[in-house]
């Protein structure tokens, strides 16, 4: 079941002029960090080697590593269980979620959600905030 697709951003809103692998930049942050913090799935584990050593090393980006290894698609198959588990919970949500804290963190001035960088640089902000709600989660989670 997919979680996020690219290609779900490109109508309606989507900023005239923009490369429509802007419209993955949000969903390969999520995956970089969670690559990053062992929380890929087995698939990727498997049949995805370099591309994860890549993404670990910084030498490519998450939205890279969703265009060449997942098709453009965040899927359940691209997490580990406890990666899907805090998915399900954070990512989806409209207040309080991924998209809020994504828009918080990197939004600033920009025209859209579309126009963020994708960079080590922002990944790095946005990593921080992830980290810091994923805490949160397990600490609530295990109540």
């Known amino acids: ?36 913090r062992d929380l890929v799935g087995d698939l990727h584990v498997e049949e995805s080697v370099a591309a994860l050593a ?22 359940e198959e691209d997490l580990s269980d406890l990666g899907n588990a805090f998915a399900a919970d954070y990512y989806p949500r409209d207040e309080g979620g ?16 579309y126009h963020v960088d994708d960079t080590w640089e922002n990944f790095d902000r946005l990593a921080a905030v992830l980290d810091a709600r994923f805490v949160e989660w397990r600490r609530v989670s295990a109540r």
């Open 54 to 75: 890549a993404v670990r090393e910084r030498r490519m980006t998450g939205r890279e590593f969703l265009f060449s290894e997942c098709d453009e698609k965040f899927t």
């Open 98 to 113: 991924f998209f809020s804290d994504y828009e918080a963190t990197l939004g600033g001035d920009l025209p859209t959600l």
């Open 1 to 36: 079941m997919s979680i996020d697709r690219a290609d779900w951003h490109y109508g309606g809103e989507y900023p005239e002029g923009l490369p429509p692998e802007n419209g993955g930049t949000h969903i390969g942050m999520f995956l970089a960090w969670a690559i990053i």
